[in-house]
């Protein structure tokens, strides 16, 4: 039977720990230099998105997956997507308390009575298509969630995903801030 290699998937620091685990899966297939060269690029390019967004680090940032119209998660402290954001400099608006994977569940109207910022929502399976949420009576009524208040970003980052998640992540927020220009 073939070594079982099991990694731990769940942290309060995702991305320290999605570092972690390239390492030992590396290690284990006895290519630690390989891990090195990824962290390497990724460090690379999380630091250039970081410069890219430093105008919008003023602006504070809900981290948000629509679960229907009345409700959504908002991602906050112990989550990959918060913890990407502390990395870039930007600040989070959401103060919720967290689950341990770093999920709030809230309503529209609390998010809206939230005050300023941005929100930046992350569509995934099984609904990537969100159109028809945005599109709702009540969310054209709130400010908070206006069109061009809101960054949609691409389908395809999991939350409980590791560095090219991060990445992606970190990528797809410097375009669409720098495509929504400053709150």
Not at 38 to 61: C, F, G, H, S, W
Not at 103 to 121: I, P, Y
Not at 156 to 183: C, D, H, K, Y
């Amino acid at each position: 039977m073939p070594p079982l290699l099991v990694l731990n998937t769940y942290s309060s620091s995702p991305l320290e720990q999605a570092q972690a685990n390239l390492r030992q899966m590396a290690g284990a297939l006895g290519q630690p230099e390989r891990a090195e060269q990824i962290i390497a690029t990724v460090n690379a390019r999380m630091e250039k998105a970081r410069l890219a967004v430093q105008p919008y680090t003023d602006t504070p940032l809900y981290l948000a997956h629509p679960l229907e119209i009345l409700h959504l998660y908002l991602f906050g402290k112990g989550s990959l997507f918060d913890d990407v954001l502390t990395r870039l400099g930007l600040k989070n608006a959401s103060q919720l308390a967290t689950s341990a994977q770093g999920l709030a569940m809230t309503s529209v109207d609390q998010l809206a009575a939230g005050g300023r910022g941005r929100v930046v929502l992350l569509p995934s399976y099984p609904q990537p298509d969100i159109s028809d949420i945005t599109g709702s009576a009540l969310w054209r009524s709130l400010p908070l969630l206006q069109p061009e208040n809101c960054i949609t970003l691409p389908d395809g980052l999991p939350q409980n995903g590791a560095l090219i998640t991060a990445v992606r992540f970190a990528e797809s927020l410097a375009l669409g801030l720098q495509r929504r220009g400053r709150a």
